[in-house]
T-cell receptor
Framework: GQSLEQPSEVTAVEGAIVQINCTYQ??????LSWYQQHDGGAPTFLSY????GLEETGRFSSFLSRSDSYGYLLLQELQMKDSASYFC???????????FGIGTKLQVIP | EPEVTQTPSHQVTQMGQEVILRCVPI?????FYWYRQILGQKVEFLVS????????KSEIFDDQFSVERPDGSNFTLKIRSTKLEDSAMYFC???????????FGPGTRLLVL
């Protein structure tokens, strides 16, 4: 089976940088994804890492280290609208099921 | 930008009743999924569907659940006899290929009384 661990809550100041970590255990790792979910909303895809290294998309970056079974999401120049839950998710190779972490609730404060 | 749509946005039903949740996946996508999220909890995989058949399902997806693609655009989730614990947000998702990004619909909030 698969399991993911991420912090349950993070608070950061508007304009700052925040990093949300995710560690995973899986028998056949294929890739690590990040989703954003605002209260009452749908998960929205943010980024995907299949290989080691950093992927950058605007203010958001995601990093993966397969040898450490670890990844993180980096949010820069935080805005109030970034307050949401952020889920890391993994998929085993050959399977369609995506397993989500418990989510990290990010609160951006002025 | 194409998006996944779901209807209804909210559904209230009595325990034991049947409900059908509807989804229209993105038109060129071939893989379809249902997930659920109980309030305050993580998103959980229910089932995936490809080529008009279930390709993978979780232990949650028992005999009370079924999925169907009745025509070329709709994808439905049926719960035959709802239980209180079925109350959750149900998300439909679709992807272009097996290993491609899954795009989620806005969800249907189901409340079983």
């Amino acid at each position: 089976g698969q399991s993911l661990e991420q912090p349950s809550e993070v608070t950061a100041v508007e304009g700052a940088i925040v990093q949300i970590n995710c560690t995973y255990q899986t028998s056949g790792f294929y890739g690590l994804s990040w989703y954003q979910q605002h209260d009452g909303g749908a998960p929205t895809f943010l980024s995907y890492n299949a290989l080691d290294g950093l992927e950058e998309t605007g203010r958001f970056s995601s990093f993966l280290s397969r040898s450490d079974s670890y990844g993180y999401l980096l949010l820069q120049e935080l805005q109030m609208k970034d307050s949401a839950s952020y889920f890391c998710a993994v998929r085993e190779g050959g399977y369609q099921k995506v397993t989500f972490g418990i989510g990290t609730k990010l609160q951006v404060i002025p | 930008e194409p998006e996944v749509t779901q209807t209804p946005s909210h559904q209230v039903t009595q325990m034991g009743q049947e409900v059908i949740l509807r989804c229209v996946p993105i038109s060129n996508h071939l893989y379809f999924y249902w997930y659920r999220q109980i309030l305050g909890q993580k998103v959980e995989f229910l089932v995936s569907f490809y080529n008009n058949e279930i390709s993978e399902k979780s232990e949650i997806f028992d005999d009370q659940f079924s999925v169907e693609r009745p025509d070329g655009s709709n994808f439905t989730l049926k719960i035959r006899s709802t239980k209180l614990e079925d109350s959750a947000m149900y998300f439909c998702a679709s992807s272009e290929g097996l290993q491609e990004t899954q795009y989620f619909g806005p969800g249907t909030r189901l409340l079983v009384l």
